[in-house]
């Protein structure tokens, strides 16, 4: 007798565990997506950050050959005056 109150109880709480669970297995596909696109963001995000900085050392550049136009033309204006 005490065997079947015992086997009740655990097929009790067997089925419980599984209400419990079924609605977190149910978002594990949605959860995987949400998962591959945030690995894309990212990817994605790196990618813009590379070009940031290619795009930073760029204006760098530019900037220095500004300013040696600058002192090139300031030299040229004196040696005129």
């Not at 940031?52 to 004196?78: F, N, V, Y």
């Amino acid at each position: 007798m005490v065997w079947w109150i015992v086997a009740a109880l655990l097929l009790a709480a067997v089925v419980i565990l599984g209400l419990a669970v079924r609605p977190v297995l149910t978002r594990l596909g949605a959860l995987r997506r949400a998962a591959g696109a945030l690995h894309e963001r990212q990817a994605q995000a790196l990618a813009l950050q590379r070009a940031a900085e290619a795009l930073s050392e760029r204006a760098a550049l530019l900037g220095e050959q500004a300013d040696a136009a600058r002192r090139r033309l300031t030299k040229i204006k004196t040696r005129r005056a």
